[in-house]
């Protein structure tokens, strides 16, 4: 199967990509938080490693798509046609050359989807070890440290990763199916319309998925930690 990202739901708002392309795309731009802070959960909250591709293979890319943008600056000069589009979109990798990305793999072909889809929209994961990982954020480098993983299981239906966070916080990141985790959301006026937007996708026949993020203090991290 190949699995696509086709849209999601943050801060209580639809984005669906089936009924405009960029819409995921033109959110973030305008820095809206909650969209933002969804693509970053979807590029940590997972078990997907990033690969670095081939030599060969990277040859032959960066000569594809050089080929590509010198055919598309000849058409544009003399009006004699359209060219294929180079492959990949810097402004969606935030100036990093398509060809130098990581290949990213994993045991749940959804993982993968979402981590490239993370990549599509600005936050790259670019290195992972065991307990770190190290990301472009929308054109920063960042590296999360993680303090605990709570791997999914039959039982808790849900996976989560607590990190140390570059400003030094500590931050849990968790996923699940909609049926698990929005009991156990905080209260929120939004949480009724996410379930709306979740039941719209599901009619149409889409896998779907529920990000949440908490921050921790010290004293209830080490507390836990120590159990």
Sequence with gaps: NIMRYVGCSAGGK??????GARVVKRAIAGRVMPVCDLILAMALCHSVVPEPKDEEVVENEARERAQASANAARDQATGTGTAGAPKGDDAATNGMPFETLPEYQGQSPDEV????????YGVTLLHRTLDTMVVDNFGAEEKY?????????????????IFRCPDKSIRMYTKGADTI???????????A????????????????????????????????FKD
Excluded: C
């Design 193 to 224: 319309t996410t379930q709306e937007h979740i039941d719209e996708f599901a009619k149409e026949g889409l896998r779907t998925l529920v990000f949440a993020t908490k921050q921790l203090s010290e004293h209830d991290f080490n507390a836990w």
């Design 145 to 161: 440290t993680a303090l605990a993983e709570l791997e999914f299981n039959s039982d808790r239906k849900r996976m989560s990763i």
């Design 113 to 120: 989807a979402l981590v490239a889809s993370a990549r599509e």
């Design 14 to 19: 639809l984005y669906d990509t089936s009924k």
């Design 181 to 191: 985790m929005m009991p156990l959301l905080k209260a929120s006026p939004e949480n």
